[in-house]
């Protein structure tokens, strides 16, 4: 019996490492081509390059046009981060409204909120453009930042919400016994319990928007705001031939950040995900 449980275990760790492997083959592949020439890159699959071109991520850096790769990197920072930070602002306190309070028509606009989670983002790519450019915010960040503090982005609103609604309310009594008005029982109370949902709020919508390619081509023309996404494809469009290991060695330094970002957030991203949508 103890025999017929170490061999399934060891089938077990057999199939993982496989699957692993096949997970990860692109992102090893994507770091020996950084190293190999465009010719090797189309004729092998092979991990290690057979003659290795040095450079790569130099040249990559400075880039070919008028803008280097640092641009990109740092307009992708000024894209993301603040609207990782309204999305999670608006989030927080739209989850504790509908979690907590109760007002008019709660029902109906909890619906209509959820009606909007239904709608295909592709329907309203147009009146969206069209509204954002009677309002002059083409050609910025305002139409990622303005609607994420606004509390436009209806999955993380109703995370929160459930987030809040596994909280026990004895805990908003007890600390309005003690004096507490409904911010501080907010902010000294239930946000440190809510920790796990801001992470795989922050995890999921920097990773969202960082790697977002339609969005940023509708509503950023200018190449000096250009984040990774379009810049890496506009890299590839400035002359007919180029590097291939320019853009692979790119490519890996732009998904740095947000494998960074869910490696150091793992532990509450797990937690978040597991405990989201449970009620006690």
Same mark, same amino acid.
């Given at each position: ?45 092979? @991990? ?137 029982? @907010? ?29 940023? @081509? ?11 996404? @379009? ?50």
């Amino acid at each position: 019996m103890l025999k017929k449980k170490h061999s399934s275990l060891i089938i077990s760790y057999v199939i993982l490492i496989v699957l692993a492997y096949v997970m990860i083959y692109p992102l090893l592949w994507m770091v020996g081509a950084s190293f190999k020439s465009n010719a090797e890159i189309f004729s092998t699959v092979g @991990l290690l390059p057979k003659e290795p071109v040095f450079g790569a991520f130099k040249a990559g850096w400075e880039g070919t046009g008028r803008y280097g790769f640092s641009t990109y990197l740092i307009n992708s920072f000024e894209l993301v981060l603040p609207t990782v930070l309204f999305t999670v602002i608006s989030g927080v306190l739209i989850g504790y409204g509908f979690a907590r309070f109760d007002f008019p028509l709660k029902k109906f606009w909890f619906a209509i909120m959820l009606s909007t989670l239904m709608l295909p983002s592709t329907v309203i790519i147009i009146p969206r453009y069209i509204y954002f450019k009677q309002l002059g915010w083409l050609d910025s960040y305002m139409p990622f930042w303005i609607p994420a503090l606004l509390g436009c982005t209806t999955f993380f609103n109703y995370m929160f919400i459930q987030f809040f609604r596994g909280l026990p309310l004895e805990l908003d009594e007890s600390a309005k016994l003690d004096g507490c008005n409904s911010f501080r029982i @907010l902010i000294q109370i239930l946000l440190p319990l809510c920790k796990s949902a801001i992470f795989s709020a922050i995890v999921f919508q920097f990773v969202w928007i960082w790697n977002d390619f339609l969005n940023t @081509l509708i509503y950023v023309s200018s190449v000096v705001k250009y984040p990774v996404s @379009l810049g890496l494809r506009m890299s590839m469009d400035i002359a007919t031939e180029f590097d291939w290991n320019q853009i692979m060695a790119m490519s890996l330094i732009s998904i740095l950040p947000p494998v960074i970002i869910f490696f150091a957030a793992q532990k509450y991203f797990v937690e978040g995900i597991a405990t989201t949508g449970m009620k006690n």
